[in-house]
T-cell receptor, first 108, second 113 residues
Framework: KNEVEQSPQNLTAQEGEFITINCSYS?????LHWLQQHPGGGIVSLFM???GKKKHGRLIATINIQEKHSSLHITASHPRDSAVYIC??????????FGPGTRLSVLP | DAGVIQSPRHEVTEMGQEVTLRCKPI?????LFWYRQTMMRGLELLIY????????DSGMPEDRFSAKMPNASFSTLKIQPSEPRDSAVYFC???????????FGSGTRLTVV
């Protein structure tokens, strides 16, 4: 069983839809990151969470430490949100364990 | 700030050749990370440095891989000799500390033929 799992693996949405991407992990963590990888390959760090909820523009990330689960929400999705979204956990060290990623396509 | 700068962007080399990838972290960032991304294995941490000192190299696949950070503004990842299975995108990232200011470079796409 992978230490970090994401669902769905692939997601296609229409512009304007509300999107949720889920991340579950099986190890104890000190922090969880959501990363966005653009079609060109560049990676951007979106959020770092250790508890609760964070919001940045149309993006919202939540984490439930007890349930070992995090969600990334995108409100009013847009084609430019099309990317791979990667969940990564840090288990009390510098070593990150990465999820497999969720490929999101937002159609106009 | 120009962000994390990696070079080259693309590298094609023949099996057995030495390959050197370069990274310039964001000024003031104390941590530098090298990652490899493949279709089969996703993103993997290879090695990271704190204040120019290698802290954890357990992700380095084998002795053919080596990484150095001679000063706070420069790091290299070297593969000698290269093999086709080393073909991947190699990312460098830097951060202020364990948690904040985590920034990735644009990556180097390596193809070993």
């Amino acid at each position: 069983k992978n230490e970090v799992e994401q669902s769905p693996q692939n997601l296609t949405a229409q512009e304007g839809e509300f999107i949720t991407i889920n991340c579950s992990y099986s190890v104890g963590i000190s922090a969880l990151h959501w990363l966005q990888q653009h079609p060109g390959g560049g990676i951007v760090s979106l959020f770092m969470l250790s508890s609760g909820k964070k919001k940045h523009g149309r993006l919202i990330a939540t984490i439930n430490i007890q349930e070992k689960h995090s969600s990334l929400h995108i409100t009013a999705s847009h084609p430019r949100d099309s990317a791979v979204y990667i969940c990564a956990v840090n288990n009390y060290g510098q070593n990150f364990v990465f999820g497999p990623g969720t490929r999101l396509s937002v159609l106009p | 700030d120009a962000g994390v700068i990696q070079s080259p962007r693309h590298e094609v080399t023949e099996m057995g050749q030495e390959v050197t990838l370069r990274c310039k972290p964001i000024s003031g960032h104390d941590y530098l990370f090298w990652y490899r991304q493949t279709m089969m294995r996703g993103l993997e941490l290879l090695i990271y440095f704190n204040n120019n000192v290698p802290i954890d190299d357990s992700g380095m696949p084998e002795d053919r891989f080596s990484a150095k950070m001679p000063n706070a503004s420069f790091s290299t990842l070297k593969i000698q000799p290269s093999e086709p299975r080393d073909s991947a995108v190699y990312f460098c990232a830097s951060s202020l500390d364990s948690w904040y200011g985590y920034t990735f470079g644009s990556g180097t796409r390596l193809t070993v033929v």
